[in-house]
């Protein structure tokens, strides 16, 4: 893949007519690294968010090795990384997912919420106890971008009930929850993991695996930031050495935006300008959902070329290419106010979710890529030591394995 300094350089070089994803495995495999160091438990990278192999090899260069997974196909694409342990950490699966992933991959790990799935993985992977089961809790969502409690997770009496049973079937018993995706602050952990213990002393039994799920915050807008990431990480421990568990109880954790959002930008040109809104050549149907779905002002930039000396920026809002008037992006996105068409803007950090989520309706969805080696737009991270530099670069080979 051709590599450029930074986004401008691209456009002098190649002029897209394509929308272009620009990559920054250096910004994963920074985001991977520090998690591995500041996170006391497994780091399990949430397959979904993006499973570009150039990020997945920096993610493998930096340490990680566990994915939480949630279909087959994801099963059978992380399967190939050399030492992967995978997690199949969706609470609802068909008889068939539980019974490939168990026999034909070698999971041994497994979500449920309900006793019909507790059943469900019994009977497929024909009564085997050797299996770490995680019953997923209902929490409280404080301040997410992207509730999740609604569909999955169970409380109550049902909780207790189900604790119980997973645990006379399960070689380890785990319990797992999720706050949401893009928590902004770090109490949501500790009122959830204030409910989880409450559930946990009612059912009286001993857990061995505790998952604080994902939720961990990206960074899009400067003055929007979320708490530092440390703050969550002291939280979440405030929390767990609170809980009725015993000091054997290993945590994971499962992020995937705040690993992935800042190693990708999106490069789109200007097809028209009409007063204050642009059209550009990807949109909501493309890798911009969350700009028009959940509100994201995802920060952007003119590239290509310099602005007029002393030009005032101008708040636009975006058009998508296709013919839904749903293809919108409110913003707003401050930009030079004589931008035009023609013009090519760079959209930074999307790299959480919007290459997996992207279609081809009406025929538009189609990028190039291409490795951008400057830092992100915005960040959540530390520059990193000369120590830390070092480290990198001599493990900077193994993530050639994912990548091969």
Known sequence: MERFPAASALIGAWKPDRPVIGLRPHAAGRAARWFLRHFPGDVAYAYKANSSVF????LYGAG???????????IEDAAT????????????????????????FGVR??????????????????????????????????????????????????????LAKARQAARELGVTFHVGSQTATPEAYLAALMEVGKLIARADVVVDRLDVGGGFPSIYEEDGAAAPLSAFVDTIMDGVDRLPIANRCRLMCEPGRALVAEAESLIVRVDARRGNELFINDGSYGTLFDATHMGFNFPVRLIGREPEPGEPMTAFSFWGPTCDTVDFMKGPFVLPTKIKEGDYIEIGNTGAYGRAIAGRFNGYGAFDEA?????????MYPAETEHERRERWEIRHEAQQVQA
Request: with cysteine.
């Open 55 to 58: 990020l997945l090899g920096a």
């Open 64 to 74: 990680i090795r566990k994915f939480d997974v949630a279909s087959i196909p994801e």
């Open 81 to 104: 990384i050399p030492g992967a342990e995978l997690h199949f950490m969706h609470p609802v699966k068909s008889r068939i997912a539980i019974r490939r992933a168990f026999a034909e």
């Open 109 to 162: 790990s497994f979500a449920l919420d309900s006793e019909d799935e507790l059943r469900k993985i019994a009977e497929e992977t024909g009564g085997c106890r050797d299996l770490t089961l995680w019953v997923r809790l209902a929490v409280p969502s404080l301040n997410s971008k992207i509730p999740l409690e609604r569909k999955y997770g169970v409380t109550g009496v049902k909780a207790t009930r189900l």
């Open 371 to 379: 490795i951008l080696l400057d830092e992100p737009m915005l960040t």
